[in-house]
């Protein structure tokens, strides 16, 4: 029986969204979904029982990061990841390879994997499909990433074909070295950069191997947006219909209903932290930059129609005092906030599916927000 299964309960009538559950060692996922990033076994200044109040079940860890601290094998010793953090939710492990082949100049990619010197010492480290399942494994997550390699973006179509290429022949390595399917599910990445038919042929080669489930990766990595859609447009029913699809680091509000409409049922983006560490807010009406002067005096929440504990309790004009002072409560009062919007507007567009509304949620929403639609 496989690790991770999705069961489809429903399917929208006027796109191609589908509203599910994705079941997991660790308990099920209702998707369409946001995952937080815990690149390093953590969501950056939020604690586990904070993430569960937003209603998270599922969040990210990178291999990459871990295997270079503070080592898969002491996190094996303490009892696989989910001990470490003291997280019992569902968690997907990304495989190193985005992280890896964005040192550039500091790495050789081989057809046996890629050397790289580590962004914390300068280490010669190297990592292959098998050492990224190894690590994986030691880790325990419930989702294993297949190693891949992320083709940039402008890439010739010859380059892009044969790092396409390259990423299948990876991840029948993965599939071979994942000896604990049991427990864990291994997803592979669909490449191809932005050339339809590359695409479309790493699609089938990987649907005819029967995996847990797919991503899409090498999106959202300096394309125009009209871009990623049109390859979101033939790239995800070209996937299994009954496995899940996860699109890999998107995760702007206009980015994950698009992404919806187009079948996608998973997505991660450190976005909601990242900005946060800025002192920028996401909220229905856009992006409050809390840190501009115009708040000093601004004794409002940050978004007066929000639920989130920071909005219940403090307002613009305190938050932003903290971001001006750098201090750390700053940080944490806006993280918790930004996850607490992608994850109620996740909940909402899951709400929409279900009443066969969500074409106009999608017109309201970017009404509200300020896009374009």
């Not at 479309?200 to 990766?217: S, T, V, W």
């Not at 106009?360 to 896009?371: L, N, T, V």
């Amino acid at each position: 029986m496989a690790a991770v299964k999705l069961e489809i309960l429903k399917k929208d009538t006027k796109t191609k969204a589908r509203l599910g559950q994705v079941h997991t060692p660790h308990g099920s996922i209702e998707t369409p979904a946001f995952m937080p990033v815990g690149t390093q076994a953590t969501v950056k200044a939020v604690s586990p029982e904070e993430l569960k109040a937003m209603g998270a079940n599922i969040i990210l860890s990178n291999t990459y990061h871990l295997f270079l601290r503070p080592g898969h094998d002491l996190i094996k010793r303490a009892g696989g990841l989910h001990h470490f953090m003291n997280w019992d939710g569902a968690i997907l492990t990304d495989s190193g390879g985005f992280q890896v082949f964005s040192l550039g100049d500091l790495r050789k990619i081989t057809e046996e994997g890629v050397e790289f010197r580590s962004h914390l010492d300068g280490s010669k480290q190297f990592l292959s499909p098998e050492k990224a399942i190894e690590i994986q494994m030691a880790l325990g997550s419930d989702i294993v990433m297949a190693f891949d390699e992320c083709t940039p973006y402008p890439a010739s179509h010859e380059y892009a074909q044969k790092s396409a290429e390259r990423t299948f022949r990876w991840l029948q390595r993965c599939k071979a070295a994942l000896t604990t399917t049991d427990r864990q599910a291994l997803f592979g990445i669909v490449q191809g950069g932005m050339y339809e038919d590359l695409r479309k042929q790493n699609a089938l080669e990987m649907a005819e191997l029967d995996l847990p489930g797919y991503a899409i990766g090498g999106l959202s990595v300096g394309e125009p947006k009209p871009m990623m859609y049109d390859v979101l447009e033939y790239t995800a029913p070209l996937l299994p219909e009954d496995k899940p699809r996860y699109l890999m680091g998107v995760g702007s509000p206009d980015d994950l209903i698009e992404g919806v409409i187009r079948g996608i049922d998973m997505f991660d983006c450190v976005l909601p932290s990242r900005i946060a560490r800025n002192g920028t807010a996401l909220t229905r009406f856009g992006k409050v930059v809390v840190r501009n002067a115009h708040y000093a005096d601004d004794f409002t929440p940050i978004d007066p129609s929000c639920d989130c504990y920071t909005c219940r309790n403090y307002s613009r004009a305190y938050v932003r005092h903290l971001i001006k002072a750098d201090e750390i409560f700053g940080h944490r009062l806006m993280t918790i906030h930004n996850l607490h919007f992608l994850l109620n507007m996740m909940a909402e567009i899951r709400a929409a599916i279900k009443n066969d509304g969500l074409p106009e949620y999608r017109s309201k929403f970017f009404a509200d927000y300020g896009y374009d639609s």
